[in-house]
């Protein structure tokens, strides 16, 4: 009756008879489930990952045709060792970039944010038709493999689009493309054609000190007649703008430059598959720089990060830091 009670009569026949074959009601020791693999199969998602490095588990599952899921693929990979990761995408830096860096990073880490507040970040970039956005990689562990040639290697056949860019504490310039060769005289035809309109057109609230031009060390930039260019102030006064400094970073110096936040962001936001003309190309770069421009609160934190960027780069003596 009290069986009746707490469980249904199945429940307590099952009991009964368990008892009589065993002689206690002990739980049964839990049998593994059946797994879904081979042995042959296992060997053969083992050895996918160092025959193609970048790939993803579903890739691995669709490459084999296995009847499994993405899941199953995931945990025999970690069985054997192989766990993913991101790959590293930073060259390494020589001990010139590390005094270079180090260096740059001690002289305008005491400045405050009135100081940044002043700066223009500028810089060019490349997007490419293929496929990189961020890749996966599967490897064991104390193993590394940097992708800064695979994505060389890859560019080749592929459409790609040339822009550049300014922000500041302010706000956001705009993003222009760079029809044909980047050249010096292209470059200066830029910064008359988009830098200065934009800075008018924005009215960032600059104060009357000068405005701290920032720019990478790539040899257009670094060419006579763009120095000359920014030596002449005449035609920048005429136009009731403050004088122009440049500020040039150290070799290797992109984490000390947070422009690239965003051209990382449109890199990882990238449907390939989706856009692959040139124009498709620029259409998600402005799509994704006035997404930016709808957020000044981002684009001013990043700008305000560049004291945390500095005091990065002497912790990490001159070498690379997480930004």
């Known amino acids: 009756?009290?069986?009746?009670?707490?469980?249904?009569?199945?429940?307590?026949?099952?009991?009964?008879?368990?008892?009589?074959?065993?002689?206690?009601?002990?739980?049964?020791?839990?049998?593994?489930?059946?797994?879904?693999?081979?042995?042959?199969?296992?060997?053969?998602?083992?050895?996918?990952?160092?025959?193609?490095?970048?790939?993803?588990?579903?890739?691995?599952?669709?490459?084999l045709n296995l009847n499994v899921s993405a899941t199953t693929v995931r945990?025999?990979?970690?069985?054997?060792?192989?766990?993913?990761?991101?790959?590293?995408?930073?060259?390494?830096?020589?001990?010139a970039h590390r005094a270079g860096r180090l260096a740059f990073a001690n002289q305008y880490v005491g400045h405050d944010l009135d100081?940044?507040?002043?700066?223009?970040?500028?810089?060019?970039?490349?997007?490419?038709?293929?496929?990189?956005?961020?890749?996966?990689?599967?490897r064991e562990n104390n193993t590394r493999y940097e992708t800064h040639n695979i994505y060389e290697e890859a560019r080749n056949g592929h459409t790609t689009c040339n822009v550049w860019g300014w922000i500041c504490r302010h706000g956001m310039g705009n993003v222009t493309k760079i029809e044909g060769k980047f050249t010096a005289a292209a470059y200066i035809d830029i910064l008359e054609k988009n830098f200065i309109p934009s800075l008018q057109e924005?009215?960032?609230?600059?104060?009357?000190?000068?405005?701290?031009?920032?720019?990478?060390?790539?040899?257009?930039?670094?060419?006579?007649?763009v120095k000359d260019w920014f030596a002449d102030q005449q035609n920048i006064q005429l136009l009731e703008l403050p004088n122009i400094q440049l500020l040039e970073l150290p070799s290797k110096g992109c984490d000390c430059n947070p422009i690239e936040h965003i051209w990382a962001n449109m890199v990882n936001t990238w449907e390939p598959e989706l856009e692959r003309t040139e124009e498709q190309l620029m259409a998600h770069t402005q799509r994704q720089w006035e997404l930016f421009r709808a957020r000044p609160q981002e684009v001013r934190n990043l700008v305000s990060s560049m004291p945390d960027r500095l005091r990065a780069v002497i912790d990490a003596e001159g070498g690379w830091t997480h930004y």
């Open 1 to 63: 009756m009290l069986a009746k009670v707490l469980r249904p009569p199945p429940t307590a026949k099952r009991w009964t008879r368990r008892f009589e074959e065993s002689g206690n009601l002990c739980n049964l020791a839990k049998r593994p489930r059946p797994r879904v693999t081979t042995p042959e199969e296992d060997v053969r998602i083992r050895r996918a990952p160092s025959e193609t490095r970048f790939t993803t588990a579903t890739a691995i599952r669709e490459a």
């Open 75 to 95: 945990r025999r990979l970690h069985e054997a060792g192989i766990h993913h990761r991101v790959p590293a995408t930073k060259e390494r830096l020589t001990a």
């Open 115 to 138: 100081f940044w507040s002043r700066v223009v970040f500028t810089d060019e970039k490349t997007f490419n038709s293929f496929n990189h956005g961020r890749l996966h990689v599967w």
């Open 202 to 225: 924005n009215n960032y609230p600059f104060p009357p000190d000068p405005i701290i031009f920032v720019q990478d060390r790539c040899p257009v930039h670094t060419a006579r007649i």
